[in-house]
């Protein structure tokens, strides 16, 4: 009898081994496959303790705070809905977007740096505080601004020129990501045909129209093919031209009302910026040539996409590897052609023929401060391109500010500020209103604010977007921008 | 005097309790951010408890072995430990039953005066259990929704016969294979290459394999069913050397079990969460699935005492407790639970090998076998190796009756080791 007692024990013996076997598999090699599972109920209860980062504004104005509940259960809520395409929304159902998202690592604490308390926190199981993160939004400005804006589609963008600070961007219409947990709310988000979730100022994708003369004026005077003092006469001033074919009408009308002056030819080449004649700039994109046409473009930064903490939709100029024909390299010129780009592309271009030809890395992040207090990270500025020589900026310049002194852009005129702009007015195509835009700087010989503005299907830049912007340089200077 | 002197079981009770206290003081210290004495009542009561049951060893059976007492000492007090952890007021009452468990194992160690005379009654034993069952099918109250009338009892006491069951049905065998194991061992049917003994003898081999089914049909009870054929199979093995019982019984298990399979659709349905829980990972497969998405967490060194959250896993402190185990003790938790388990079941099949009578040898292995193969089946059905069947794992899971039945099994086990001087 004993010999089977030993045999019942090594049976014991081998069944308990398989089952430790087996246990290391569950435990030890397919561990991580398991725990990573959508249905493990502890990786929502990890998440939703997880003290997510404050967000504040430049000034320390809580912009997105947490309140956590009885069970230990962290909740965001935000202060400024016209952030909310800035900041974005973190959602359990429909998950993040902008700053919430491409931040999120930061904001929940994962970013490495993991100070002595974060190592004790984990091993004693404590929730996990993500490091707070503050903006170089001002968010009296950003109200100010959202209150002038219209509510149809529509953004505004201010930026500091001398280091591509962001310190508003508003985009019309915008939402409540408060209210997204609300399943009716965000689906009436989704069906909006003014489309809320997007933010119109980094992804808003729109022909220049007009602006965008003073990318093709910087580029003729800083390669010497112009100058401002260069005549047009005639009908090199009225027009008609034709290009390819194609006949460019006469332009009587923008001499005849010039900032409600009459401007005949023959005229300089800088009323020809100050009345926005395309037939000039017709020609001296002509005379620049495509090649140089687009590497000016590509040098302000036109083509391509800036670093951005949020999603950027990158511009576009010309499609490479398709020829640069006559035709398009003239309607370019003028910002039509095959031109599209986002407002912050354009306020990037203005603010740098303001900062003596040196385009800035546009930042929103100021500083990321761990929750003891240390900052993580400042983001210093940085130059992100140098388009122009400081001599063609004050050209440039010089002919914007008589944009708005005496030309399209007088509705921007503010009284005791010196302003430097442009007026837009983007043909769409169809029967809809044109897209109102208007870009500037001021004061204009030492900016320290650069605004783009544009009013989806608003009309004249002139007469719909140029008040706008000077409503804001006013407001900007007046909190001592 | 010096044989009553149990120096090594004490010295060991002393490590045991030291360990399950210093678990108490971990759970107050991560639940309250202090040892809370208040915390520590009921498990200091257990531990004076031990030594007492030491006490009673050194009058009742000094020279018993004096390693069993310890361990199981440590495996209650990692039960109490867990079970305390998931529900503090389940834990209190553990200790509670733990305790009237050693008054009944103390019972076990003197009464009756000589165990051999256990033979004589084998069976009303027999008939006591089979009773039991029935009257359970009969009379018996679905007390958690299962479906199912498992439970016997009233006015909030409760008690589930097939634990108590356990330890009657290895005496009974114990005694029967005593008195039989020569005739079974002869063979006198010859069937084609298979010899078999004569029917009438095998007649309680086909009791017990209707009684496994009747505890699947009629209690949906997989566990039981398994547990009581294994007992069987594991008994009759030692007792006859016989491979053709262990392999002919398993046999008409399965084919058994294949009838249910077809039969009767609970049985159905345990088949399939067993063979793809993926498919109904939120429906039946969602208790298994979250059982080992708990192991899973724990990993090598566990979340923690305390530290984890296993109370997300459904019955997690009967059933389940491996899987709260595994996710705050890790997988070296468990397998050092799982290798004090397996200490038990080696010490005493050395106590049957080293005792000189049948029935004693009979027993231990049977009492043994218990322990040894509820574990296999529970631990199997938490990990998947085999289709999930509710039994508790011995000594850690909550349960009185359990608690009452695995510690006559020990005391049982203690008066074998010291009958044999």
């Not at chain 1, 005849?256 to 005229?267: E, L």
Request: charged share 15%.
């Amino acid at each position: 009898m004993n010999a089977n007692i030993r045999r019942l024990g090594i049976f014991f013996l081998i069944a308990f081994g398989v089952i430790v076997a087996d246990l290391t598999y569950w435990q030890v090699l397919d561990a991580s496959n398991m725990v990573g599972r959508p249905d493990n109920p502890r990786l929502r209860l990890q998440a939703d303790q997880v003290r997510r980062g404050r967000i504040y504004d430049r000034n320390g104005v809580l912009l997105a705070g947490r309140t956590i509940d009885s069970q230990g259960f962290v909740h965001r809520y935000y202060t400024d809905p016209s952030l909310s395409t800035v900041i974005g929304y973190d959602s359990p159902r429909y998950g993040m977007s902008e700053l919430e998202q491409s931040y999120n690592d930061y904001l929940t604490g994962q970013v490495a740096g993991a100070s002595w308390t974060q190592v004790v926190n984990s091993w004693e199981h404590r929730p996990v505080t993500g490091d707070d993160i503050t903006l170089t939004i001002d968010d009296r400005l950003q109200r100010d601004i959202d209150a002038l804006m219209p509510p149809n589609p529509s953004a505004a963008v201010v930026m500091d020129p001398r280091n591509g600070q962001v310190l508003a961007m508003v985009s019309h219409p915008n939402f409540d990501a408060n209210q997204i947990k609300n399943p009716a709310y965000w689906q009436s988000l989704l069906t909006d045909p003014g489309r809320p979730l997007i933010n119109r100022v980094a992804d808003g994708y729109y022909p220049p129209g007009s602006t965008f003369k003073i990318v093709t004026l910087s580029a003729a005077l800083d390669s010497g093919v112009s100058s401002l003092n260069d005549i047009y006469a005639g009908t090199q001033a009225l027009g008609p031209i034709t290009v390819d074919g194609h006949v460019f009408p006469n332009t009587i009308n923008n001499l005849n009302d010039c900032g409600g002056r009459v401007i005949p030819p023959p005229i300089t080449l800088e009323e020809g910026l100050v009345c926005s004649d395309n037939i000039v700039f017709i020609q001296v994109g002509l005379k620049l040539g495509g090649t140089r046409f687009l590497e000016y473009a590509h040098r302000f930064g036109i083509g391509s996409a800036p670093p951005f903490p949020i999603p950027v939709l990158a511009s576009h100029v010309h499609t490479p590897g398709t020829p640069f024909g006559q035709l398009e390299l003239a309607q370019s010129a003028f910002g039509q052609g095959d031109l599209h780009v986002t407002p912050l592309a354009m306020v990037m271009a203005t603010a740098a023929i303001g900062n003596g030809g040196v385009m800035e890395t546009p930042q929103l992040i100021k500083t990321i401060t761990a929750p003891n207090g240390s900052a993580v990270t400042s983001p210093s500025p940085s130059t992100y391109s140098t388009p122009i020589s400081p001599t063609t900026a004050s050209e440039v310049t010089s002919a914007m500010k008589q944009v708005v002194a005496v030309g399209t852009g007088v509705l921007a005129r503010s009284q005791g500020i010196s302003i430097a702009g442009k007026t837009g007015t983007a043909e769409t195509g169809g029967t809809q209103l044109p897209h109102a835009w208007f870009v500037c700087f001021a004061p204009a010989d030492h900016p320290r604010i650069a605004v783009a503005v544009i009013v989806e299907h608003g009309g004249e830049g002139a007469t719909t977007a140029a008040p706008l912007a000077g409503q804001i340089v006013r407001d900007a200077v007046a909190l001592g921008y | 005097m010096t044989e009553r002197l149990r120096l090594q079981e004490w010295l060991l009770l002393v490590l045991a309790n030291a360990i399950m206290l210093g678990g108490f003081a971990l759970l107050s210290e991560v639940r309250y951010h202090h040892v809370l004495l208040g915390q520590l009542t009921y498990p200091i009561v257990f531990a004076l408890s031990t030594f007492l049951f030491s006490v009673g060893l050194s009058v009742l059976q000094p020279a018993a072995d004096q390693f069993i007492w310890p361990v199981v000492s440590l495996l209650a007090g990692m039960g109490i430990l867990v079970v305390s952890r998931l529900d503090a007021g389940l834990g209190h009452r553990q200790v509670v039953w733990t305790i009237l468990g050693e008054a009944l194992a103390l019972l076990a160690l003197s009464v009756p005066r000589d165990l051999t005379v256990l033979r004589r009654y084998k069976y009303t034993i027999a008939f006591a259990g089979l009773f039991l069952i029935i009257l359970t099918i009969v009379a018996g109250t679905d007390i958690n929704g299962s479906g199912y009338k498992r439970w016997i009892g009233f006015h909030g006491i409760y008690f589930q016969p097939v634990e108590i069951l356990k330890p009657m049905i290895a005496v009974f065998f114990a005694a029967y294979l005593d008195e039989k194991r020569e005739l079974l061992s002869a063979a006198r049917l010859q069937i084609g290459p298979i010899r078999l003994p004569p029917f009438q003898y095998l007649a309680p081999l086909v009791a017990v394999w209707g009684l496994s089914l009747l505890l699947l049909v009629k209690q949906n009870d997989l566990g039981s069913a398994l547990l009581f054929l294994g007992i069987f199979l594991a008994m009759i093995y030692v007792g006859t050397a016989r491979a053709v019982y262990p392999i002919g019984g398993f046999v008409m298990f399965v084919v058994g079990a294949f009838l249910a399979f077809h039969l009767f659709p609970h049985v159905r349905d345990r088949t399939e969460i067993w063979l793809d829980p993926w498919v109904h990972a939120a429906g039946s497969g969602f208790q298994l699935i979250q059982g080992l998405i708990a192991l899973s967490t724990g990993g090598i060194g566990g979340q923690g005492l305390g530290q984890g959250q296993p109370y997300l896993v459904p019955v997690v402190t009967t059933d389940f407790i491996l899987a709260a185990i595994g996710e705050e003790l890790g997988l070296l938790g468990v397998v050092a639970l799982l290798a004090l388990l397996l200490f038990v079941v080696f010490r005493g099949l050395a106590i049957a090998i080293a005792s000189t009578n049948n029935f004693h040898k009979l027993l231990a292995a049977g009492l043994v076998a218990i322990v040894g193969i509820q574990t296999i089946v529970i631990v199997g059905g938490t990990t998947r190796l085999m289709p999930l069947t509710g039994v508790p794992l011995p000594y850690l899971s909550y349960g009185g009756s359990a608690a009452l039945a695995n510690y006559v099994i020990a005391g049982l086990l203690l008066r074998i080791s010291g009958a044999r001087a």
